[in-house]
Structures are given as C-alpha cells and as structure tokens.
C-alpha cells in the first residue's frame, strides 16, 4: 500500500527556533506539495516540488527522490507560524492526479 | 478575487436527511476535488471531475453523490446513506486534472464546511 508518513506528529518550539518537519513515502512519485492548514481549517498550498530545493521567504522545502523524503524547514518561528503543515504526494503512474496526504504535523509556536 | 468558496462554514444535520455542500471557483480551472478529513487521518479523495460533465469517484465515494454541470460549481450530496458524515469537508481545483509534476495540477482548496450530524 502506498504511503506517506510524517514526524513528528506534534512539534512545540519557542519563537525564533528553526523548525523541521519531515515527511517519507513508500514508492516512486512524481510530485510532493507541502500544505499548511490553520485552526479555522483551510488549506494554503506552500510548495510543489519533485527535485531538489524551493525556498519562500522563511519557509524551505527540500526533497531527496532517492531516500524518498522530503523536510520542510522553518527559519526563525513566529507564533503565527502555528498550524498543521501537512506533505501530499502524487504517485508515478496510474492515477496520478490524485493526492495522498499525510495525517499531518501540528506545529505549536510559544512567544 | 479569484479563489474557491463554499458554504456554508458550518452545517448540521439531522440523521437521515441529505444535505449539499456548496463549492464554487471563478479560477477558470478545469478540474475539481471533494475531501474529507477526520481527526488523525490524512485528507481522502470522494470524488474528483477532471472537466464539466464528468466526474469519477475516488476512496471514499459510498454515501456521497456529485454534478458537474457548470465549470465552476462541483456540489457534494451527503446522502442518508453515508454511515459516519460528520466530518470536515474540503473542496478543491487545479488547473488540469493532469499527470506529473506540472503546475497546471496544483491544487487549491477552499475554506471549508464542517458537517455536523445530530
């Protein structure tokens, strides 16, 4: 069965802690989206990737294909930086425009 | 501004009536997606359409029912059949319904409903 994994679950860092949320899949993939969900519940799409780095201001999204994981990393944590981040892959072949998500990580920032 | 709605924000339900989700996008984008998310579990596909007037059920499908009759609206039926309804439900579109990496598949979601049964 194809899967996608992520760690830690839950994450609480104090403001300004550089952050790191890992995700790993189980087989080939075309492409991976890193999402953030804030407590009111919807989805903001931050990265897609399939090689290498993508960075956006504090946020860095990185993926190694042949380890089949990907890090989403934080610079500089602010408390509203807090939500659940949450990796989707989209698997090579077959249907493949079809998401599978992770069951997320809730990040947690402290002033 | 472009972007998807859906309405309403929170809904509640009496056991054994169906109710309709609303989902609506102005990003001229092909192709659309119904989820639904529980406490501890990833988002899961209930239906997709890939262009107006077709659709295709995805993991979850059994007790939900959709339409695709205009490019921009994609509503979701909770039916009486569905076992457990109440849950978090998400509505999204891409570009295309394509294969592979390509941006035209980025999905974006609305803010949400959350259906509740009494």
């Known amino acids: 069965k194809n899967e996608v994994e992520q760690s830690p679950q839950n994450l609480t860092a104090q403001e300004g802690e550089f952050i790191t949320i890992n995700c790993s899949y189980s087989?080939?993939?075309?492409?991976l989206h890193w999402l953030q969900q804030h407590p009111g519940g919807g989805i903001v799409s931050l990265f897609m990737l399939s090689s290498g780095k993508k960075k956006h201001g504090r946020l860095i999204a990185t993926i190694n294909i042949q380890e089949k994981h990907s890090s989403l990393h934080i610079t500089a944590s602010h408390p509203r930086d807090s939500a659940v981040y949450i990796c989707?892959?989209?698997?090579?072949?077959?249907?493949?425009?079809?998401?599978?998500f992770g069951k997320g990580t809730l990040l947690t920032v402290n002033p | 501004d472009g972007g998807i709605t859906q309405s309403p924000k929170y809904l509640f339900r009496k056991e054994g009536q169906n109710v309709t989700l609303s989902c609506e996008q102005n990003?001229?984008?092909?192709?659309m997606y119904w989820y639904r998310q529980d406490p501890g579990q990833g988002l899961r596909l209930i239906y997709y359409?890939?262009?107006?007037?077709?659709?295709q059920k995805g993991d979850i499908a059994e007790g939900y029912s959709v339409s695709r009759e205009k490019k921009e609206s994609f509503p979701l039926t909770v039916t009486s059949a569905q076992k457990n309804p109440t849950a978090f439900y998400l509505c999204?579109?891409?570009?295309?319904?394509?294969?592979?990496?390509?941006?035209?598949?980025?999905?974006?979601f609305g803010p949400g409903t959350r259906l509740t049964v009494l």
């Open positions: 359409s890939q262009i107006v007037n077709d659709f």
């Open positions: 999204a579109s891409s570009i295309k319904g394509l294969a592979g990496g390509s941006r035209d598949n980025e999905q974006f």
């Open positions: 989707a892959v989209r698997w090579s072949g077959g249907s493949n425009y079809k998401l599978t």
């Open positions: 990003l001229n984008h092909d192709a």
């Open positions: 087989v080939g993939i075309s492409a």
